[in-house]
Every structure is written in structure tokens, then in C-alpha cells.
């Protein structure tokens, strides 16, 4: 009797180990690559906090879009500036620059709404710099990878796997074939599905992150009966046991 409950539980236990297929990423198929950064790039989203700073040769120019002086009381020219501006993008996808007043940036890339302030600001400097960064951007990782949470990411290109390598990586446990991302768009929130397995992942939407992206790894089968196993273990063995001590004394 013991024998046999053994073999049950050995059987349980194989038929739901994973093969390979299941547990290996970008496995060589035929499928022609293009992924493109540009293309995928994160759009800028109202509620989203932006430090920008405007440079130019003559640095006396840009104190008005800096908001601070870099010059300090004596007149020279302060090693670090000490302060870096921030504005948040309104409901409308607004912000409230410096001399130029509201300008609409939201739906833009960073790199496109760095194009369209520099082009602002040119009516007042020559040859200004703009530089521009995401202070609120990260992205969540939930469900079966080895570090679950958020993660404050310094800048907006980071893909998918970079995304899992921050949270240690799926477990053993976790499904490779149906990733799921969810994000907002236009105030909507949307679910995307990724197949780590297959090179066409390379080529998915959401390869590339945005900012609030929470990324999903469901537990496989094993997972799921084990912990069923854990929840139920006690009370099989309890009435194995009986089973087994009725049997015995019967058979004696």
C-alpha cells in the first residue's frame, strides 16, 4: 500500500515537470527580427514628472528656463548646479515652461519633446541644449519571478528582460510563454501577451517598456498543484495513514 501511494505521488511529480521547450528563451525558428527602439519608444503621459534643464554657450542666457542661476553671488560660474527643474505634465498632457508658457507634450517621445522645447527656446537662445529626464519612471514585476516590485528605472529605454533581470529572473515555476504586460494608453489600460520561448518576442510591442508597465509571470501547473499539494498535504497523509492501519490490522 505504501509502495503504491509512493507511485502516485512520483507520477504526480513527473508529469508535471517542464521540458525544455518550455523553460528555454528565443528558441531558433525562422522569424526575421526588427526590432526598432524609435518605433517602440515610450510615449510621455500626463501625470509624468520631467527635470529639464536648457544649456547654451552663453550661460547667463538660460537663468530664465533654469529657474536658478549658475552663477553664484560673486559671479563665477558654479561647478554643479544645485538645483535641476521639474514639471509635471497637466491632464491636459501640458507643461508650464519658463518665458514660453504652455506647451503640449504628451503622446511625444522624450526625444521628440526634447526637438519641440529646443525649437521653443531657439526663439530666445542660440543654440540652446535641452536635456530631459523621467524622475517617475518604473516599471512592476509581479507573480513568479525571484524579487517581485517596483523599480525606478534611471531612464526610458529599458526592454522586457532587462525588466526580469531586475527581479532576479523567472522561477523554475514561471510560465515563459505567456508573459502578460499590462499598460496605459490615453487613460485606457491594455493587456499585451509575450512568448519569451520564441525569437518573435524580440519583435513584440512591449519589448521595450514604458513607464507604470507592470509585467506579469503566472505560475505554471507544477506550481499551481503544488501548491494545492501544500494546502492538503496533511489532511491526505492523516487518511493515507488510516487507510493503511485499518488494512494492516484487517490483513493481520
Not at 56 to 81: C, E, K, M
Request: a neutral charge; one cysteine or more; aromatic letters at 8%.
Amino acid at each position: 500500500m505504501r509502495i503504491l501511494f509512493a507511485l502516485i505521488v512520483l507520477t504526480s511529480i513527473f508529469s508535471s515537470c517542464a521540458s525544455r521547450k518550455d523553460l528555454v528563451y528565443f528558441q531558433p525558428d525562422s522569424t526575421e527580427l526588427h526590432t526598432n527602439y524609435e518605433l517602440n519608444a515610450p510615449k510621455l503621459q500626463p501625470g509624468d514628472i520631467l527635470a529639464i534643464s536648457v544649456t547654451a554657450d552663453d550661460v547667463r542666457a538660460t537663468a530664465p528656463f533654469n529657474q536658478i542661476s549658475t552663477y553664484n553671488s560673486s559671479g563665477t560660474l558654479q561647478n554643479t548646479n544645485p538645483f535641476i527643474p521639474t514639471y509635471a505634465i497637466d491632464v491636459n498632457g501640458q507643461i508650464d515652461f519658463p518665458k514660453i508658457g504652455k506647451v503640449k507634450i504628451a503622446g511625444l517621445t522624450r526625444t521628440e519633446a526634447i526637438d519641440k522645447l529646443r525649437s521653443e527656446v531657439s526663439r530666445f537662445i542660440v543654440d540652446p541644449g535641452i536635456s530631459m529626464e523621467i524622475r517617475n519612471f518604473k516599471i512592476t514585476v509581479l507573480g513568479e519571478v525571484k524579487t517581485p516590485g517596483s523599480f525606478p528605472i534611471n531612464n526610458d529605454r529599458i526592454t522586457i528582460l532587462e525588466a526580469l533581470g531586475l527581479a532576479g529572473d523567472l522561477t523554475i515555476n514561471g510560465v515563459r510563454k505567456n508573459i502578460m504586460v499590462v499598460r496605459e494608453q490615453n487613460g485606457e489600460k491594455k493587456e499585451y501577451r509575450i512568448d519569451l520561448t520564441k525569437r518573435d518576442a524580440l519583435n513584440s510591442p512591449v519589448y521595450y517598456l514604458a513607464q507604470n508597465d507592470v509585467v506579469y509571470v503566472e505560475p505554471n501547473g507544477a506550481r499551481i498543484q503544488s501548491s494545492k499539494y501544500t494546502q492538503n498535504t496533511s489532511i491526505f497523509v492523516s487518511i493515507a495513514s488510516l487507510i493503511i492501519t485499518i488494512v494492516a490490522v484487517v490483513v493481520r
